[in-house]
């Protein structure tokens, strides 16, 4: 007997806004498949309000509500039967925040749970990380987000140590990621890799997976440290209009890739990697993956 019903995951970022559709496949006697069916993705970019004035401006405000109507909608449309909405650093710091929960509650119907670093970490390594890791290594699993990069060392596959660390692409872009913190994570970092003798790094986010798509390199196979450096430097020699216009990158992906590989590079060379590998899963991936495991609470239709 086969049974197919379809959850969705809603996840609110410093950069952008996502709505990720998934088929949940169950069949007697066969394990449960997870198959992405529809991902939309909106810019709203609320970091660039937050992380310089502390609270989301009006005009989000009201984008952000749009947005939730029009994936209600289009929950509905595709019958959905559970789903949840997260929401990550940047509602999480804005003084505001509370107000446009409050907002979207209302005018959508949809409840946003505002989720804390940890959180966000624990919920990403809840994802089919196992189908692309290897039990015999060690990684450092890295997602990069807009206001903040979620950290977590996994050694034969099990989840050793995870932290978040408020260094993220629009807060580099608008140069507000305090020295001090990159040096907590160069010794985060050190500290907890020094006990192993080879590392590779999983990468995560929206730039890493457009960088592993350019490179056109097979599924599972991985970028080197030259590659992402000679990618990173070249990048650089582009202006943020020649990098939309000569390499097709999206206006709203043309400035974040470089911090974003900034970070990356930076979890390399601390980390002593030679090698990134990109599964392509993020926080929307863990979200579905958490409600039908009932690890955190959903909304119905």
């Not at 457009?210 to 990173?232: H, N, R």
Request: proline share 2%; glycine share 6%; charged share 25%.
């Amino acid at each position: 007997m086969l049974s197919i019903k379809k959850y969705a995951a809603i996840d609110i970022g410093s950069n952008a806004v996502r709505l990720l559709i998934s088929n949940i496949i169950e069949q007697k006697g066969k394990p449960v498949q997870f198959k992405k069916n529809s991902l939309v993705r909106v810019p709203i970019r609320l970091g660039a309000d937050v992380f310089v004035k502390n609270r989301i401006s009006k005009e989000n405000a009201q984008r952000i509500i749009d947005t939730m109507l029009a994936f209600k909608l289009l929950m509905k449309s595709h019958k959905v039967v559970k789903y949840k909405a997260c929401a990550t650093s940047a509602m999480r710091e804005s003084e505001n925040g509370k107000q446009v929960v409050d907002l979207v509650l209302k005018n959508s119907g949809i409840s946003i749970d505002v989720i804390e670093g940890e959180e966000e970490a624990a919920i990403i390594a809840a994802t089919d990380l196992d189908k692309f890791i290897d039990n015999t290594k060690t990684y450092l699993y890295v997602d990069v987000g807009g206001g903040s990069t979620e950290f977590t060392i996994i050694d034969q596959g099990n989840q050793v140590a995870s932290k978040s660390f408020k260094i993220g692409t629009v807060r580099l872009l608008n140069d507000i990621v305090l020295k001090e913190t990159w040096q907590e994570l160069e010794k985060w970092i050190g500290d907890h890799v020094k006990d192993f003798e080879k590392i590779d790094v999983l990468g995560s986010g929206g730039n890493i997976n457009k960088i592993f798509k350019i490179s056109g390199k097979a599924m599972g196979k991985p970028l080197s440290y030259f590659y992402m450096t000679s990618y990173y430097n070249m990048l650089q020699t582009y202006s943020y209009e020649e990098r939309i216009t000569e390499l097709d990158l999206n206006q709203d992906r043309a400035d974040v890739i470089i911090p974003a590989m900034r970070i990356y590079l930076s979890a390399m060379k601390w980390s002593g990697a030679k090698n990134i590998y990109v599964p392509k899963i993020g926080l929307a991936d863990g979200i579905i993956k958490s409600i039908y495991y009932d690890t955190v609470s959903s909304n119905t239709q």
